[in-house]
């Protein structure tokens, strides 16, 4: 066997400091790219600071500033993850002007989003991503009534909740749930079909294990309302004075939480929506109570849709107030 020839000092030195070097410019990209994120994160911040007051506009160049200093190819997540914040604010802007066009805007955005914030990759980031997706294409059916971005809102949230469980995540489950229940609500209605319908009940029924009256009590009245609305649907294809009752019930859970002091606007609708299933009620029995309870409801909700304040409603509701009274 050949004795291995002594490595001359000279050598091992410029072997160590080869090693030294390359630690070194280890360590430096670790932390250049550990600046960065903080860079990121804290123009994240100020833009979340611009739009929790309503300034869009800044908040925007934000998040186009950080377009400046990450590429997709070093920081695909960041990237991702900055085009769905681009996405949450132009759903945001929806809510004030151009919701067509802020909603649509709102959608691009996340579609980009999903190029670098895969499932596989990153499957929370891309389940938020989901999640967002449902929430601009159900507002977006409410504006423009095409059943594709319902069906879209329908796919969006049933893809997050394969991630959102209601263990390791029950808000999210919750909320996620609720939704779908609203959607499937709607679907329910334009096709007067008593299946969809039903889902939606179940959704709701769903999201309440979550969303109880002792832990979470608004987001408990919130969906006690919807299932309200939803009974009340069912109640016009089916089981037409158990749907009614179910929704009395629902309403009046809701009403627990939502009262004329702690919340006027909320209590008021499901006055009103109380108010309409009484009359509903009073087309199939005791026409006269009935009837006084659906006004009574009604009035209630006058209480706090004045006709200086929300002329509107209050039209609304006196048109209701005519018609129960046509009905004795």
């Avoid at 909320?175 to 008593?194: E, T, W």
């Avoid at 069912?234 to 089981?239: A, P, Q």
């Avoid at 019930?249 to 309409?276: C, H, K, W």
């Amino acid at each position: 066997m050949p004795v291995p020839k002594k490595i001359s000092r000279r050598v091992a030195l410029a072997a160590s400091i080869v090693v030294v070097l390359i630690a070194g410019a280890t360590l430096l990209d670790l932390y250049s790219t550990k600046q960065t994120q903080s860079d990121v994160e804290n123009l994240w911040q100020e833009a979340k600071d611009y739009r929790d007051l309503g300034d869009f506009e800044p908040a925007m160049q934000v998040y186009n500033n950080v377009f400046g200093i990450i590429s997709s190819d070093d920081f695909p997540r960041e990237y991702g993850m900055n085009h769905y914040y681009r996405g949450k604010t132009y759903e945001e802007m929806a809510s004030q002007a151009n919701a067509s066009a802020n909603l649509q805007n709102s959608i691009s955005s996340y579609t980009m989003a999903s190029d670098f914030l895969t499932r596989e990759d990153n499957p929370a980031e891309f389940a938020l991503l989901q999640y967002g997706l449902g929430d601009s294409y159900l507002k977006l059916y409410e504006v423009n009534n095409r059943n594709e971005d319902l069906q879209a809102a329908l796919l969006s949230y049933e893809e997050s909740l394969n991630y959102f469980s209601i263990a390791s995540n029950p808000m999210y489950y919750a909320s996620i749930n609720n939704k779908l229940g609203n959607a499937y609500r709607k679907k329910g209605m334009v096709q007067n079909d008593s299946l969809d319908l039903s889902n939606a009940v179940g959704f709701y029924d769903e999201s309440l294990r979550v969303f109880r009256a002792d832990v979470y009590p608004v987001e408990y009245a919130g969906v006690q309302n919807n299932l309200g609305n939803v009974y009340l649907e069912l109640s016009g294809i089916s089981d037409g004075k158990s749907n009614i009752n179910k929704a009395i019930a629902a309403y009046e859970n809701s009403l627990v939480v939502f009262t004329i002091d702690t919340r006027p606007m909320e209590y008021a609708t499901v006055q009103n929506n109380l108010g309409n299933a009484y009359f509903e009620l009073s087309k199939l029995e005791n026409k006269k109570s009935n009837t006084e309870k659906a006004v009574n409801a009604y009035h209630e909700s006058l209480k706090v849709f004045t006709a200086d304040r929300f002329p509107v409603e209050h039209d609304g509701i006196m048109d209701n107030i005519i018609n129960a009274y046509k009905n004795l």
